[in-house]
């Protein structure tokens, strides 16, 4: 009941501030309310969540270059030089440090020469570091079936990652708007999570409200700040306005504790067997229910006509696209299989494919996001929206963030929003990427060197990217 309570207080307030609030965030045009897609053309919305890439790192596509796309061949580091992005394959290459402090120098008050200044981990590589590692790109050869993709539906060139740093914060942005660790007008619940885990070596495999009890992650404050926090939230996120419409959803991730498991760290879907921070597994009905412990789970819920109003989909290490030894280059086949899988069967006509990265992963980018506080907003990452309804070969122009994708949800089921001040409140909807007059595109399966065979086939035990 309190928790009903709570959310109902929410919605009126948000109600409230949306005469309030101006539009400072990442899309600009949050004060006009859009009108959802007609009635039933969109019944499902899955998005799939990769990992630490940069449309200049990933997206170096002639096709795309040659259609608008903003993505350039060389960057400017810190002495004034300008250095060319060399390629670079998709699997085992070294990592870039991307915590918040990265951000900082990178952006370096919004000139964006601060790259050279971001560690390299190496982990192990052989000749590593090479010259001038942030400024990358990959080789379109092992990213073909993205290219694909992004050339044929929608193309996002300006989307933002709405946290300047790593995944662990990202990921509560993914399903909430926030990363605050309280609800608004509680205490802190005007600070942010700023990076990953720590405290406990490698514990990245097991954080949220299930963390061991010496484990933290730190917050930052509205100055700027950082103060160490058990990794254990309380607030109001998107399931929750989900549950309350009698909309199913599910969040597919390969381990129970990854840092890149979201809900995790929420307490009321966590709920812990011990209050935290004393608390060994999630429990609670709401995790039972709608977090499935085996990302492949997504392919079959599809064939066999079980897929949810609203997906998270969270890759294995082996197929993120996140640097360094773990990552086998498989994310774009992986991308491909679930694209394919929803393009084959009955969903194709009423779902809306979303795919995005975390984060900017350390890598280089040219475009300056808009900073309007602390911790808001960060690097550029790769948007493709796939539907039978998206704009085909359409590059979006229009400023994208997390809280986009949690606003075109809202819209599509006709939701509030979460919570006054969330980034879903201060962001587009998307609009610009959909024409739901033009005729359906038809689906047409995207060629990946590996299927969805491949991957239910391997039985291997999931793996977290690194200890970053």
């Given amino acids: ?11 009126l307030l948000t109600a409230i501030a949306g005469f309030l609030i101006s539009a400072n965030g990442c ?50 580091n810190s002495l004034g030089k300008t250095i060319p992005l ?62 694909t993709l992004a050339e044929t539906y929608t193309f996002g060139d300006r989307m933002f990652q709405t946290n300047q740093g790593p995944s662990f914060p990202a990921h509560q942005f993914i399903i909430s708007g926030t990363s605050a660790p309280t609800a608004p007008g509680d205490q802190k619940s005007d600070w942010f999570a700023s990076e990953n885990p720590t405290g406990i070596p490698n514990a990245g495999g097991n954080t949220g409200c299930s963390a061991p009890a010496n484990e933290y992650v730190l917050l930052m404050n509205p100055s700027g700040v950082e103060s160490p926090a058990y990794p254990c939230y309380e607030h109001p996120t998107l399931t929750d306005l989900l549950d309350a419409n009698a909309l199913s959803w599910r969040y597919y991730t390969p381990t129970a504790g990854l840092l ?39 392919l079959t819920d599809i064939s066999n006509g079980q897929l949810p109003a609203v997906s998270w989909v969270i890759p294995d290490g082996a197929e993120s696209d996140h640097a360094g030894p773990a990552d086998e280059g498989t994310g774009p086949s992986w991308v491909a299989s679930i694209v394919n899988a929803v393009g084959t069967s009955q969903y194709w006509g009423n779902t ?42 359409y590059i979006s122009k229009v400023t994208h963030d997390f809280g986009s994708i949690l606003k075109y949800i809202e819209t599509v089921f006709d939701l509030p929003t979460i919570a006054p001040g969330y980034a879903d409140t201060m962001a587009d909807d998307l609009s610009d990427c959909f024409d739901y007059n033009q005729a359906p595109l038809v689906f047409q399966p995207i060629a990946a060197k590996y299927d969805a065979k491949h991957f239910l086939e391997d039985k291997r035990p999931p793996t977290d990217p690194d200890d970053d």
């Avoid at 009941?1 to 919605?11: D, E, S």
């Avoid at 949050?30 to 009108?35: D, F, G, L, R, Y």
């Avoid at 004393?278 to 997504?298: D, M």
């Fill in 1 to 11: 009941m309190a928790r009903a309570r709570m959310l109902l207080v929410l919605i």
């Fill in 27 to 76: 899309g600009g045009s949050s004060s006009q309310k859009q009108s959802p897609p007609p009635t039933q053309k969109i019944q499902h919305v899955v998005i799939i969540f990769q990992e630490n890439r940069t449309p200049d790192n990933l997206f170096q596509d002639p096709k795309l270059i040659a259609a608008g796309a903003d993505i350039v061949q060389s960057g400017v």
């Fill in 86 to 147: 060399t390629p670079i394959p998709l699997a085992d290459t070294y990592d870039l440090d991307h915590s918040h402090s990265s951000f900082v120098a990178m952006y370096d008050g919004g000139k964006m020469d601060g790259a050279n200044k971001i560690p390299v981990l190496c982990q192990g590589i052989p000749l590593c570091p090479p010259p001038n590692p942030q400024f990358a790109y990959i080789n379109p050869s092992d990213v073909q079936p993205y290219f």
């Fill in 260 to 298: 890149w498991t979201g809900p995790n760290a929420i307490q009321h879907i966590c709920g812990p067997n011990n209050p935290p921070p004393n608390g060994t597994a999630c429990v609670g009905s709401e995790w039972v229910s709608n977090v499935i412990i085996n990302q492949k789970q997504v």
């Fill in 352 to 393: 809306t494919v979303i795919i995005t990265w975390d984060d900017w992963g350390g890598w280089y980018d040219h475009v300056a996001p808009k900073v309007i506080n602390t911790y808001e907003y960060g690097f550029r990452v790769p948007l493709i929206v796939v539907s039978p309804y998206a704009k085909a070969a």
